[in-house]
C-alpha cells in the first residue's frame, strides 16, 4: 500500500527562525512526483514546493526547501525566516502514475508562527 | 485563466436529503478529482474522471456516491441520502492529464454540513 506519513500533528516557530516539517512515505515504485501542499484557514490548498523523484538536487522555492531522502523515503520541508503569514496546515503528498494521477496525502502537520 | 471553481462554498443539507457539489475545472484541463477532507484529516482520494469517463473510482463509498464529468459542464459530485458522517470539506482538483505527473490545481472546497 502506498502511504504518506507525517509524525508532528502541531509544530510552533518563532517568527524568523527556521523550522522542519517531517514527511515519510512508502510506495514500490520508482519514479514518482512529492509535494508540499499549504492549506491556510481559508481552506484554499496551496503548492508550496515539488519534487521529481528521478533529480537529486533538492528543490527550493525561496523561503522554502527540501531534503530529499529517497533510500530513506523521506521528504521533509524546511522553512527559513518563518513569517506570521506561513501559519496554516502543511500537507506533504506524492503522486505515482499507475494509469491514473492519484495524490496520496498524509494528515497534515498544523504549524503556527508566533509574533 | 480563473482557477478551479467549485460551488457551492457552504452546503446544510438534513438527513436523508441530496447533495450536489459542482466543480469547474481550469480551462483546458481535462482531468478531474475529488477529495474529501475530514476534520483534523487529511485529503482522502475519492475518484478520478476525465471527461465523460471514471477513471478510478477506488475512494469512492460503494453506496450513495456518485460522480460524473460530462462533456458540456462541471464535474459533479452527487451523494444521496447524506447521513452525519457525510459531513466535510469536499475538494476538487484538476490537471490537464498530458506528460507524466502534471499539477493539480485545487479549488476551495465546499464544506458540507448534514444536521
Not at chain 1, 527562525?17 to 520508482?30: G, R
Not at chain 2, 438527513?15 to 480551462?27: F, I, N, T, V, Y
Request: with cysteine.
Amino acid at each position: 500500500a502506498q502511504t504518506v506519513t507525517q509524525s508532528q500533528p502541531e509544530m510552533s516557530v518563532q517568527e524568523a527562525e527556521t523550522v522542519t516539517l517531517s514527511c515519510t512515505y512508502d510506495t514500490s515504485e520508482n519514479n514518482y512526483y512529492l509535494f508540499w501542499y499549504k492549506q491556510p484557514p481559508s481552506r484554499q490548498m496551496i503548492l508550496v514546493i515539488r519534487q521529481e523523484a528521478y533529480k537529486q538536487q533538492n528543490a527550493t522555492e525561496n523561503r522554502f526547501s527540501v531534503n530529499f531522502q529517497k533510500a530513506a523515503k523521506s521528504f521533509s520541508l524546511k522553512i527559513s525566516d518563518s513569517q506570521l503569514g506561513d501559519t496554516a496546515m502543511y500537507f506533504c503528498a506524492f503522486m505515482v502514475f499507475s494509469g491514473t494521477y492519484k495524490y496520496i496525502f498524509g494528515t497534515g502537520t498544523r504549524l503556527k508562527v508566533l509574533a | 485563466n480563473a482557477g478551479v471553481m467549485q460551488n457551492p462554498r457552504h452546503l446544510v443539507r438534513r438527513r436523508g436529503q441530496e447533495a450536489r457539489l459542482r466543480c469547474s475545472p481550469m480551462k483546458g484541463h481535462s482531468h478531474v478529482y475529488w477529495y474529501r477532507q475530514l476534520p483534523e484529516e487529511g485529503l482522502k482520494f475519492m475518484v478520478y474522471l476525465q471527461k465523460e469517463n471514471i477513471i478510478d473510482e477506488s475512494g469512492m463509498p460503494k453506496e450513495r456516491f456518485s460522480a460524473e464529468f460530462p462533456k458540456e459542464g462541471p464535474s459533479i459530485l452527487r451523494i444521496q441520502q447524506v447521513v452525519r458522517g457525510d459531513s466535510a470539506a469536499y475538494f476538487c482538483a484538476s490537471s490537464p492529464g498530458t506528460g507524466y505527473a502534471t499539477e493539480a490545481f485545487f479549488g476551495q472546497g465546499t464544506r458540507l454540513t448534514v444536521v
